[in-house]
């Protein structure tokens, strides 16, 4: 099974003080399937988590993404429209 990882997703994983980080990870445990996400989630992601105590957790979390197999980081471009290379008109 494939799944999309959202960036509320993510950051519930990642952080233990997180309302919903029980329950996203008691899933994702339990999850063999892979993950998909995009690069502006991973952009939010590190964005929420740049506080100086939570960016050592936001950069390994990327590196370990980029080199899980099992995970696909799509591209930002392919989320724009044909022959759009950035967002806006």
Known sequence: MTVFADTFALIAWL???DASHAAVTNYLDGFTGRLVTIEWVLMELADALSAPTARGTAVAFLQAVRADPLSCTKPASTCLP????????
């Open 15 to 17: 952080n233990p003080r």
């Open 82 to 89: 044909p022959g759009q290379t950035k967002p806006g008109r």
